[in-house]
């Protein structure tokens, strides 16, 4: 049988309230302070993907002395976030809780695993599986020296003799990175928190299922709009390449299809 807790005087619900604000702000200067001890560490791991891909060590440069620090501060702050879910999600469980109905918990809760288990699952496909690829594509032009001829030299010998002119076949320009510490780590940040908000697409469109704003028939239908929306919003979200830009298109997609079977099976249960 559904319970839920009896109800408790207004004051102390905002006795309540300001308790679990204050904890809430304790979790996230928690996770501010070590984010900020381990700073180095999450920088080198941000920093992985670009390592892989370039043909030296990378390097990150400044523009001015006080780069250094404000970045580290808002890497930093974005990080304690991360380390603050638990800490703020378990504070506004513990105030929401009494009010909810056996079985709105047990949605609630298990509606915020499968969040947090897509979102993580999104970081984790765009960091070990996209990034790389993309970084190497990206970089190759660089290391490669820039804007090359595809000449061979005997094709461009051939043009030599009928036309009377030199094709170069070495590198026309010498181009090197110059990665800026600020605009890269703004770069990882925006794509990892684009993967995995892409990842979230099935608990949004079951949510919207199960609220009446779609159904099975109508996602089915707009399945042929949504490949190119995909591809759209890939091309937002991510660096001018098409590999990238391909690797969240493509799961975008495979969302869309798990979409589209929990809705069949939300409207299944409710018939």
């Given amino acids: 049988m559904e ?6 005087p207004l004051r102390e619900h905002i006795r309540e309230l300001r308790y679990r604000i204050w904890m809430i702000l304790v979790s996230i200067t928690a996770g501010f302070t070590l984010a900020y001890v381990l700073r180095t560490e999450i920088l080198r791991w941000l920093l992985a993907p670009m390592a892989k891909a370039v043909a030296d060590e990378p390097q990150l440069h400044f523009t001015n002395p006080v780069e250094p620090f ?3 501060l808002k890497l930093s702050l974005k990080a304690g976030l991360v380390f603050a879910v ?8 513990a105030f929401v809780a009494p009010a909810l109905y056996r079985r709105e918990r047990a949605l609630l809760m298990g509606t915020s695993a499968a969040a947090a288990l897509l979102f993580a699952g999104g970081v984790a496909f765009g960091y070990y599986a996209v990034f790389p690829y993309g970084f190497k594509f990206l970089m190759g032009y660089a290391y490669q020296g820039g804007a090359m001829s595809t000449m061979t030299p005997a094709i461009s010998t051939a043009l030599h003799r009928a036309f009377g002119f030199d094709i170069h076949t070495g590198p026309l320009v010498v181009i090197r990175p110059t990665i800026m510490m600020g605009e890269y780590l703004k770069l ?15 608990i949004i469109i079951l949510f919207a299922a199960k609220i009446g704003l ?5 996602l089915m ?9 995909s591809f759209i919003v890939a091309a937002i979200l991510t660096p001018p390449d098409v590999i990238t830009q391909v690797m969240m298109a493509i799961p975008l997609v495979i969302m869309y299809l798990l979409s589209m079977a929990l809705a069949w099976l939300v409207a299944r249960n409710e018939s």
Avoid: A
């Avoid at 779609?214 to 109508?218: C, Q, S, W």
């Fill in 214 to 218: 779609t159904t099975p028939r109508g």
């Fill in 188 to 202: 990882m940040t925006n794509l990892l928190l684009s993967f995995g908000v892409v990842f979230e697409l099935p």
């Fill in 86 to 93: 638990p800490g703020i999600f378990y504070n506004v469980w």
């Fill in 221 to 229: 239908k707009f399945f042929k709009y949504f490949i190119v929306l």
């Fill in 3 to 8: 319970y839920q807790d009896p109800p408790r």
């Fill in 70 to 72: 404000f970045t580290y």
